[in-house]
C-alpha cells in the first residue's frame, strides 16, 4: 500500500536579504569551487554556498581525481582545474597526472589539503564563501530565478543573484525551479553509492608485485599486470577470483571487483567496495539506511582484504570518508541531451565548451558488478547540456547537467565536472557583464576566453 502523504501549509514569513551578488554558485565540489573562481575577477560579485563544513564534495572521499589525460594520454583538461592541481602540487598533496589503461589517468589528491586549497584560492579571488548554509528554494520571476532562499543556523535566508549556477551534483536548484529532470535508467535504477574507508599499514609494495608477478592468482580487470610492476601509485580493480573464494568461504561481500586506490601517504590506501543498491540519493530515509548498511559492509571488506589480498597482514582500518558517495541521481533535461553515441563515437559540437574521454562506467543498479565501454578517442561536452529547460538565469555543471543515464555515467568523473565549472563560471560572468542571458552567451566569445585562459578545447 503506498504510504500516504500530509500536508501543512506554511506561513507566509518575511524573510531577511543576507546578500545580492551578481553570480551565486551553489554546491562547494569539483565544479562548484572552479565555477565560483572563473566567475570571479572584473568587480563581479560572486558568493558560493555549501552545505557541509568543508569544501571539496567528492574530491574529499579519497577518490583519485579521473580524466585529465584521454584515451591517447594526451592532457585533455586543462585551464583552472590543472591551476587547482599546481596549487596542491606545491604542498605535495597531488600527484602528476598517471596514466592508466582502464582509468585513462589518476591523479591523486590528499583529501585535507583539498578543503584548504579550495578555501585559500577562493579567498584570494575575493568568492564571499557560507558553509553549513544548504540551498532550499527558489526566487521565480516568470521563468527566471531571481534568488534562493538558503537554510542554516540562522534561520532561512534570501540571496538575489543576477545569475546561479547549480553545482549540487543532485540538480537541487535546477529541479525546485521547475526543470524536468530525470533520474536513474529506464526502470529509475540508479548507480549505487560507496562509503569510502582507508586503510592503513598497508605494504604496497608487496601488493604491486605480487600483482606483477602471479597474474594467474591476481588477475585484474583490463589492466595489464606488468603496469603494477612500473607503477608504484596505481589503482586495482579486478581479484574476482580471491572474492569468489572469500565467498565461498563464508564472506558476504557487496562487490564482484576488489577496488583499492593507492594514497599519497606510505602505507595508506582507500577502498571502494562497499555498496548499497537501490539508494535514492534526494530521500533522507534512504540515505540513512545507506549509510547503516555500508557502514555494516566496512567489517567483512576490512577483513577480506587482511585475509586473502597480498600486502594486507598488518593492515588496519583508518578512517571512513565524511560521507556516503553518491554516484547518480538526479539529470537536468537541457537544450542538449548527451547520449551513449555522442560518447562512444567521440562527437564533436559547434559549442563544445569541455572535451572529455572518460569511459562509460556504469555500476549496474542491480547486483554487484559494472559495466565499461571505451570510445578510442575524447568527446566534447556542448555548452547546451549545461542550460536547463525552461528556466532563464541558471546554468548547471557538474555530474548532473542534461545527459542520458549511460552518458552520465562517463562525464561523471571529477576532471570533466571541473572543465564544466570553469566554462559555466566564464559563461555566468560574461552574461552579467554584458546583460544578457545565459542562452544568449556568445558561445565563440566564450570558447575563445576558455581558450585565452589555458583550457583544452578542439578546433
Ligand atoms: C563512490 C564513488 C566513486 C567515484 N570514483 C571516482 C573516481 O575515482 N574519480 C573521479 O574522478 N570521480 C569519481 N566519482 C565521481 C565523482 O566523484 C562525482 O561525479 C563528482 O564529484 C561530481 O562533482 P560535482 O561537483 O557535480 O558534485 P559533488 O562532488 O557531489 O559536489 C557537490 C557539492 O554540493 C554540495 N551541495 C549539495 N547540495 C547542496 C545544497 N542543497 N546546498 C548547499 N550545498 C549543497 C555538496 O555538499 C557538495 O560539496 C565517484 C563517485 C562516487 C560516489
Known amino acids: 500500500m503506498e504510504k500516504q502523504v500530509h500536508y501543512f501549509i506554511e506561513s507566509r514569513k518575511e524573510l531577511p536579504v543576507r546578500m545580492e551578488v551578481d553570480v ?15 566567475a570571479a575577477g572584473d568587480g563581479l560579485k560572486v558568493a558560493l554556498i555549501e552545505n557541509r563544513s568543508f569544501l571539496g564534495g567528492n574530491m574529499t572521499i579519497g577518490l583519485p581525481i579521473l580524466g585529465f589525460l584521454g584515451q591517447k594520454k594526451n592532457q585533455i583538461i586543462k585551464g583552472l582545474p590543472q591551476k587547482f592541481i599546481d596549487r596542491l602540487t606545491v604542498l605535495n598533496a597531488a600527484s ?22 579550495a578555501f585559500d584560492m577562493l579567498m584570494e579571488k575575493g568568492v564571499e564563501i557560507l558553509l553549513y548554509t544548504s540551498f532550499s528554494d527558489v526566487i521565480m520571476e516568470g521563468r527566471s530565478v531571481k534568488g534562493v532562499v538558503i537554510e542554516s543556523k540562522s534561520g532561512r535566508e534570501v540571496i538575489f543573484a543576477k545569475t546561479i549556477i547549480d553545482c549540487t551534483g543532485d540538480a537541487d536548484v535546477a529541479y525546485r525551479s521547475g526543470v524536468p529532470c530525470e533520474q536513474g535508467n529506464e526502470q529509475g535504477g540508479v548507480q549505487p553509492p560507496t562509503l569510502m574507508f582507508s586503510m592503513a599499514g598497508v605494504d604496497t609494495e608487496q601488493l604491486r608485485m605480487s600483482i606483477a608477478e602471479e597474474p594467474r592468482t591476481y588477475l585484474t580487470d583490463f589492466i595489464p599486470n606488468e603496469y603494477f610492476g612500473q607503477n608504484r601509485q596505481f589503482i586495482v580493480v579486478g581479484l574476482r577470483s580471491l572474492i569468489q573464494k572469500a565467498r565461498e568461504e563464508g564472506f558476504t561481500l557487496p562487490t564482484d571487483r576488489t577496488i583499492i586506490i593507492t ?40 577483513e577480506y582484504l587482511i585475509r586473502y589480498v597480498p600486502g594486507f597482514d598488518k593492515a588496519y582500518l583508518a578512517r571512513t570518508a565524511p560521507f556516503l558517495g553518491i554516484r547518480e541521481t538526479r539529470r537536468i533535461v537541457g537544450a542538449y541531451v548527451m547520449t551513449r553515441e555522442d560518447i562512444i563515437n567521440c562527437r564533436r559540437f559547434d559549442d563544445g565548451i569541455a572535451v572529455a574521454s572518460y569511459p562509460l562506467d556504469i ?33 548547471v555543471a557538474g555530474r548532473s547537467i542534461s545527459t542520458t543515464h549511460e552518458a552520465m555515467s562517463a562525464i561523471r568523473v571529477m576532471a570533466p565536472c ?42
Open 24 to 38: 551565486l554558485v551553489v554546491g562547494g565540489g569539483p565544479s562548484g569551487i572552479i565555477a565560483a573562481l572563473a
Open 363 to 395: 555500476h549496474h543498479p542491480v547486483g554487484g558488478d559494472c559495466t565499461l565501454e571505451w570510445s578510442g578517442d575524447c568527446y566534447d561536452i556542448p555548452y547546451r547540456s549545461l542550460l536547463p529547460l525552461h528556466v532563464e538565469n541558471l546554468i
Open 418 to 459: 571541473m572543465a564544466m565549472g570553469e566554462a559555466a563560471g566564464r559563461a555566468a560572468k560574461m552574461a552579467v557583464k554584458e546583460g544578457c542571458l545565459l542562452s544568449e552567451v556568445d558561445i565563440s566569445r566564450l570558447r575563445d576566453e576558455l581558450l585565452a585562459e589555458g583550457a583544452y578545447l578542439r578546433e
Open 96 to 117: 602528476e597526472h598517471r596514466p592508466c589503461p582502464l582509468h585513462m589517468s589518476i591523479t591523486l589528491v590528499e583529501p585535507e589539503a583539498v578543503k584548504a586549497v
Open 263 to 302: 594514497g599519497l601517504k606510505q602505507g595508506e590506501v582507500w577502498i571502494n567496495m562497499t555498496r548499497v543498491n537501490g539508494v535514492d540519493g534526494t530521500n533522507p530515509t534512504s540515505l540513512t539506511r545507506g549509510e547503516f548498511i555500508a557502514r555494516k559492509q566496512i567489517g567483512q571488506i576490512a
